[in-house]
Structure formats: structure tokens, C-alpha cells
């Protein structure tokens, strides 16, 4: 079943309600909420995260789990063995995943291929989706499932969700007030709704609260972009701009310990009352997840759209926000007390990329400093910085790509590259390469007997098997675009 409607109608509170009820009832389920955590984006989470609910719960699957599955391979035994296992199961079990247009893989080749065009048996998939998210859409529309879709709330609803908002703060609306507020368009929407109540709630001046009604925009984002405006210019801290930015710079949110840092001076972390001041002002517009670094990202994916755009629309703003997070970063990847080490370096990798800095994002990769960054966030931003020009087999402006022995008895990020990726130096098991080419703009000078080392770009002759050079591959992930595997720098 696919799950549709536009943002903010409320799919995730009606799929947070099936799987309550499905799990009352005593069934298996595995639910997945992408937006619950800025960890949940991640799809080598959610095959982790189902690997282990199966050894939870159906122990005796018969299914042998490897930890050192990369998320290719998870995502073909999904297809090719858990599905097939599961279905011959006569247990009931409901697969659940909530906004699944905001994976981090959306744009790549493989989204979504690892999703059966049918579960047979007592196996039940539940999918949600925005229907404006058109790559995501069209591929599950390929495999042609029931599709129901979230319809507006009526005037009625509307009513009784905007009575019982207010209630609970003591609060009402006279009866000309009410229907000023059920009548904008935009209350159809739950998350405009919510948000146009709690603005009347904290609004000071009653005498004007009929008018202030009357001048909500009925289109969600231009209600937060005004609301948001109003906390800025009315924010006594002078730190709530800083942190909304900060929040939608970052990758995964901004952990509580870091905006206590980021938002004070050098040395001295941001004040607790005014800390607590910025976390009151902005509760309907952040949380903290409830991970161990205790992050803080937005509540709605409309609101970090919204707010993305209008750092995005100030270009200076938005590279020194990048800059200041690649330095703040660095200092905590190179802290040795700090426990986190790992995920600072995805995170520096992220704001290098984001604020321009190629050369040195590329001098940090190839560096051993890079080893312990998680090997989709080296993957995806070397997809970022690799050359884009087009390289087949067949194509005759393009050439096979040549590594040199020397090069190869290096260590890569797992192994010696003679077994490396050319791209990302994640191992390439044996058989399943694909081999590395170079476009006409990267070759390099050769002869009938010399070939150029695409790592070291220096001369080396052709020798008999096992001699200078070989033939350098590629993994799965970075041959999936099937371009030049030169970097771009």
C-alpha cells in the first residue's frame, strides 16, 4: 500500500496509528519513521535496523547475517533472500516505512530497487510518500500498489482539532473567530493548522486577535516564514536566527553539547537562561531526538525546506554557516577525547564539500585521517566531486583506467589497493569490480607499451601479467553513474 498526500496532511500520525494497532494486536511489525531521527535517512540503518528485529523476533528464519555486509549486499539479500524466506512464513508481519522520499538515496540509480513488486504469504508493506516527490513516486508507482491517499481535513474536523488545541492552554475563540480560522483554506492542513493555533495562543493583544486571524496566509510556508519572522525580531537572545541556521546547514542536526558551543564565543558556551529562552521560543519549530548526542533537528520537513530556502537565497550566509561548522568540525575530529570522532568526520566531510572547499575535502580523504568516516558518507560525496562526463566500454573518446604496482601495494581504506576502489578504496571483493575508466578530458599521455597511473599520474610500462600496472576497478556504488572516475576537483 502506498500512502500519498501533500506535506503536512498528517500521513505520519495515520501510519503512527496502524502500526499501533497492528502491534496491539499481537502481530510482528517492523517500522521505520525516516523523519523520527536525523539518523533515519540513512537506508543502511534500515536494513540494519530489519536484520535485527528479524533475529529478534523469527530467530529460525534460517537466514545467516554477516556484519560486514555492505549496503549493496544488504539491499540484494532483501530482495533475493529475506523476502522470498518470509513469505513462505505463515506469521503475519507488517513492513512499515514512513516518508520514504526522504532517504538519502533518492537520487541515486538503486533507490528503491530492492523493493519486490509484490509480497507474497502474510506479508504486508505499507509505504508513505509526499506525491510532489516525483523520482520516488515514479518508482513506486511501477510496481502498481493499492494507493490511498490522505485526503484535507473538513470544516467540521477542522473545528473541533482548533477547539481542542486552544482548550487545553484555556483559551477560545468566539464563534466569528472560529470561523474566520476554519474557513482560511490552508486549515485543511493539520501542520498549518497547529501552528495558526499556536500563534493565536501566544498572541498578546486581544483586542486585535480578529484581524490578526484574518491576515494568516493560507499557504503553510509563507505561515512558518512569517511566524519565524516574528520569533527573530522579537528574540531578546539574539542567538535563535544562528541556531534555526545552523540546524538547517547541518547534515544530521546539531547535537545539544555543539549548539551550546556553537552559539557562545570562543571559549565560553551560549548562557543556560538564554539556551532555555531559544528552546521555548522555538518548540514548535525544533525537537531533540532521542539518540545519545541528543540532536536537535526541525519538526517537519516543510520547515527545513522553508528555512533552506532562505539561507540558500542569501549565498554569503549560507558558505559562512558551512565555514563556520567545517572549522568547528575539524577541531572536534582531531580532539582526542572526543568519543564521536567518527561521526565529526562525516560531518566535516559534509561542510567542506557545502562550502566549496574541494581541495581540501579531497586532501582529507585521501588522508588517514579519513579511515573511521562511515563508507556511504566517503561514497556520496565522491559522487559529488567525480568528473561527470559519460565513459562506456564502446565509446571511443574514453580509456581504460591503469593503476601502477607501486600504487597498489599502498593501503587503501580497507585493504591494498590492489583490491580497492579506485574511487572510494572500499574493498572490491573478488569477481565483482567493474572496471574503471577515464573520459577524453582525463587522459593521460601513453604509448603502445607505457600507460598513465591513475593515482599517481605517472609514466609506467606495460609489462607481462603481474608486472607494473593493472587494471584499476570499481565498486558497485561508484560505477552505478557510469562516469569518468577522475576527480573534479
Request: with cysteine.
Amino acid at each position: 500500500m502506498l500512502v500519498t498526500g501533500q506535506s503536512g496532511i498528517g500521513k505520519t500520525a495515520l501510519i503512527a496509528r496502524l502500526v499501533k494497532e497492528w502491534m496491539d494486536r499481537g502481530h510482528s511489525v517492523f517500522y521505520h519513521f525516516v523523519e523520527a531521527t536525523p539518523a533515519g535517512r540513512d537506508p543502511q540503518l534500515v536494513m540494519t535496523r530489519f536484520r535485527e528485529m528479524l533475529m529478534q523476533q523469527i530467530p529460525d528464519l534460517g537466514i545467516e547475517f554477516h556484519d560486514d555486509l555492505t549496503i549493496s549486499n544488504m539491499k540484494n539479500t532483501f530482495k533475493t533472500i529475506i523476502v522470498p524466506k518470509l513469505a513462505k512464513c505463515k506469521e503475519k508481519m507488517l513492513i512499515v516505512v514512513d516518508a520514504i522520499d526522504g532517504m538519502v538515496d533518492q537520487s541515486c540509480v538503486d533507490h528503491l530497487h530492492y523493493l519486490p513488486n509484490t509480497f507474497a504469504g502474510e506479508m504486508r508493506c505499507v509505504i508513505s510518500c509526499r506525491e510532489t516527490s516525483l523520482p520516488t513516486m515514479t518508482r513506486l508507482s511501477e510496481r502498481r500498489p493499492y494507493r490511498l491517499e490522505v485526503a484535507p481535513l473538513g470544516a467540521a474536523a477542522c473545528h473541533q482539532f482548533a477547539e481542542e488545541y486552544l482548550l487545553k492552554y484555556n483559551k477560545k475563540l468566539d464563534a466569528h473567530q472560529m470561523e474566520l480560522l476554519v474557513c482560511n483554506p490552508g486549515a485543511r492542513l493539520p501542520l498549518w493548522l497547529a501552528h495558526a493555533c499556536e500563534e493565536l495562543r501566544v498572541f498578546g493583544e486581544f483586542t486585535t486577535v480578529t484581524r490578526r486571524i484574518e491576515t494568516l496566509p493560507h499557504i503553510k510556508e509563507e505561515l512558518l516564514a512569517q511566524i519565524l519572522s516574528r520569533l527573530i525580531r522579537e528574540d531578546a537572545t539574539v542567538c535563535l536566527e544562528k541556531f534555526v541556521y545552523l540546524i538547517a546547514a547541518s547534515q544530521t542536526g546539531i547535537p545539544e553539547k555543539y549548539a551550546l558551543m556553537l552559539l557562545g564565543d570562543a571559549t565560553v558556551p551560549i548562557a543556560q537562561v538564554k539556551w532555555a529562552e531559544v528552546r521555548r521560543n522555538l518548540k514548535t519549530f525544533v525537537k531533540c531526538s532521542g539518540d545519545c548526542m541528543q540532536r536537535y533537528t526541525f519538526n517537519h520537513m516543510a520547515i527545513q525546506r522553508m528555512v533552506t530556502e532562505q539561507l540558500r537565497a542569501q549565498p554569503g550566509r549560507w558558505q559562512a554557516i558551512h565555514l563556520l561548522l567545517a572549522k568547528f568540525f575539524e577541531r572536534r575530529s582531531v580532539d582526542p577525547n572526543n568519543r564521536f570522532k567518527s561521526m565529526d568526520k562525516n560531518d566535516f566531510t559534509y561542510h567542506l564539500l557545502q562550502s566549496g572547499q574541494r581541495q581540501k575535502l579531497m586532501q582529507f580523504l585521501k588522508s588517514r585521517q579519513s579511515m573511521d568516516i562511515s563508507i556511504f558518507q566517503r561514497q556520496r560525496t565522491l559522487q559529488e566531486v567525480r568528473c561527470r562526463h559519460r565513459v562506456r566500454p564502446e565509446s571511443a573518446p574514453s580509456q581504460p583506467a591503469y593503476i601502477c604496482s607501486a600504487c597498489a601495494a599502498h593501503q587503501g581504506i580497507q585493504c591494498a589497493l590492489s583490491r580497492s576502489c579506485a574511487v572510494c578504496g572500499h574493498l572490491v571483493p573478488e569477481g565483482t569490480g567493474k572496471q574503471a575508466r577515464v573520459c577524453y578530458k582525463h587522459q593521460s599521455a601513453s604509448t603502445l607499451d607505457m600507460v598513465t597511473c591513475c593515482v599517481c599520474e605517472r609514466l609506467r610500462p606495460i609489462l607481462p601479467a603481474g608486472g607494473a600496472v593493472m587494471l584499476a576497478e570499481l565498486c558497485d556504488p561508484c560505477s552505478m553513474k557510469g562516469t569518468c572516475c577522475k576527480l573534479a576537483v
